[in-house]
Nanobody
Framework: QVQLVESGGGLVQTGGSLRLSCVAS???????MGWFRQAPGKEREFVAAISWSSANTRYAEPVKGRFTISRDNAKATVYLQMNSVKPEDTGVYYC???????????????????WGQGTQVTVSS
């Protein structure tokens, strides 16, 4: 069974921190893993991506310097550390994986074929 399960979301005040986790089962843990988010009434957007070795990461401009993506391959888990959060960070956060063998850290959600169910993050002002 190919599955990604996110956790760690919740309600946090502006300026606070959250750590999201994504645990993979089956063949869901891929060379490239990413985080996306979707705010109410908006399209899903790229947040961050990471390579298998963790040597390469990529971030969306709005989260650079505040969010950090990491992974623990032994635990088949990807993390998103969110610091200095803002109300505009509110949304459902999804973990995703690119098809095996694809190694580019693309921001295009159509290039990811495995998705979790999402975890809600709400930042209060």
């Amino acid at each position: 069974q190919v599955q990604l399960v996110e956790s760690g979301g919740g309600l946090v005040q502006t300026g606070g921190s959250l750590r999201l986790s994504c645990v993979a089962s089956g063949r869901a843990f891929r060379d490239v893993m990413g985080w996306f988010r979707q705010a109410p009434g908006k399209e899903r957007e790229f947040v961050a991506a990471i390579s298998w070795s963790s040597a390469n990461t990529r971030y969306a401009e709005p989260v650079k310097g505040r969010f950090t993506i990491s992974r623990d391959n032994a635990k088949a888990t990807v993390y998103l550390q969110m610091n200095s959060v803002k109300p505009e960070d509110t949304g459902v956060y999804y973990c995703a994986g690119r098809p095996s063998g694809r190694v580019g850290l693309t921001t295009d959600l159509r290039e990811y074929d495995t998705w979790g169910q999402g975890t809600q993050v709400t930042v209060s002002s």
